[in-house]
């Protein structure tokens, strides 16, 4: 199988089935962990005809960044998944990613290319408009990487880690490349949201330890500078659920 995404979730039925519907059409499976969900998380993701597995974890216990991400990439090697994406419930690729995620794969075999990254487009009020001032237009995310077993080696950080082996991270400069392709991120776009994940960050690291410019920034507008989507950047579904309800 060559492209498998991989998907942690807990409590996301809000977000799951635009998910579904974005991701879907760009790989060959999915695999999801479902966190301990009292919601319909797991059920949504079970009924999927391109779901190969949902591990399910217990309720009550405390999120596990790193515990889930690895238990998703054992089970990617497992599925025999040559590539996988990563992409959060609350994320949304571009549309044409779809459409060109096999010349993506093909350039990467034929140039020793080991993981891409996505520009990460935070958006903003609506699902027009992403920030683009300041830290905003810079951020972008590691998300499609080669899923090599003989890499054993990972990220030991609990929170904002790479998802991918260390064998690939302390290569980037050699086996990295970035893609022009939009991650627009819908968590953001509406101010409660903002607020609830500025507030779990600030629970989960309180002194900052991993990220150091902190969490402010997530609920700051000072100097705010929109960018609306292009036509051809658009992402399905033009009418996502969650949006709207």
């Known amino acids: 199988m060559r492209l498998v ?3 942690q979730a807990r409590n996301e039925q809000r977000f799951l089935p635009g998910w579904l519907e974005n991701v879907a059409p760009a790989v060959d499976g999915i695999i999801a962990l479902d966190d301990g969900s009292e919601d319909a998380t797991a059920e949504i993701l079970a009924a999927h005809p391109k779901v190969l597995q949902v591990i399910r974890n217990p309720a009550g216990q405390p999120w596990n960044e790193r515990g889930n991400q690895m238990a998703l990439i054992k089970a990617g090697r497992q599925h025999g998944a040559q590539w996988v994406l990563c992409v959060d419930a609350d994320e949304r690729l571009e549309q044409r990613f779809a459409r060109d995620v096999a010349v993506i794969l093909d350039d990467a075999d034929a140039k020793g290319i080991e993981a891409y990254s996505l520009r990460f487009r935070e958006l903003w009020n609506d699902r027009s408009h992403y920030r683009k001032d300041g830290i ?3 951020k972008a995310r590691y998300g499609l990487f080669r899923n090599d077993i003989r890499q054993t080696k990972f990220d030991p950080r609990p929170l904002h880690r790479y998802w991918m ?7 980037l400069a050699s086996v990295g490349a970035h893609l022009p392709h939009n ?24 002194d900052s330890r991993y990220q150091p410019q902190g969490y402010d920034y997530l609920v700051d507008e ?11 950047r658009d992402f399905l579904p033009l009418r996502d659920a969650a949006l709207f309800e």
């Not at 082996?165 to 290569?171: F, G, K, Q, S």
């Not at 991650?183 to 600030?202: G, K, P, T």
């Not at 000072?222 to 051809?232: F, H, K, S």
């Open 183 to 206: 991650l627009y991120h819908l968590r953001m776009v509406f101010a409660e949201d903002r607020h609830a994940r500025y507030q779990r960050y600030v629970t989960m690291d309180p």
């Open 5 to 7: 995404a991989l998907l």
């Open 136 to 138: 905003w237009g810079r």
């Open 165 to 171: 082996p260390l064998e690939i991270v302390t290569r």
């Open 222 to 232: 000072t100097g705010m500078e929109l960018a609306t989507i292009p036509p051809d």
